[in-house]
Nanobody, 125 residues
Framework: QVQLVESGGGLVQAGGSLRLSCAASGRTFSNDAMGWFRQAPAKEREFVAAIKWRLGYTYYADSVKGRFTISRDSAKNTVYLQMNSLKPEDTAVYYC??????????????????WGQGTQVTVSS
């Protein structure tokens, strides 16, 4: 059973930075993709970024491209989301997720098999 624990959220002013972490446990990861999603109040959960675990290929939503960077540390089984130039519209609960049946990066939440509990990110104007 895979477990995911996010951390690093908080309150930051517009233009600031945060780094989210997602510690994964339960097994080793190889042919998986790890994704970050976010959900703002009264909105659907949306794709933010993803990384192919073994090869490190990265993918981003247009809204965060150039500002956010996803990375992974295989030795620590941890995925990171470095968020720079934050905007008030980035305010949401951020979730990490694992797609263990990788057949290409998935941009909707449905195909992901495991989810963390989420971490709140609030960007003030």
């Amino acid at each position: 059973q895979v477990q995911l624990v996010e951390s690093g959220g908080g309150l930051v002013q517009a233009g600031g930075s945060l780094r989210l972490s997602c510690a994964a446990s339960g097994r080793t990861f190889s042919n998986d993709a790890m994704g970050w999603f976010r959900q703002a109040p009264a909105k659907e959960r949306e794709f933010v970024a993803a990384i192919k675990w073994r090869l490190g290929y990265t993918y981003y939503a247009d809204s965060v491209k150039g500002r956010f960077t996803i990375s992974r540390d295989s030795a620590k089984n941890t995925v990171y989301l470095q968020m720079n130039s934050l905007k008030p519209e980035d305010t949401a609960v951020y979730y990490c997720a694992v797609d263990e049946n990788y057949r290409g990066i998935q941009y909707s939440p449905g195909p992901y098999d495991y989810w963390g509990q989420g971490t709140q990110v609030t960007v003030s104007s």
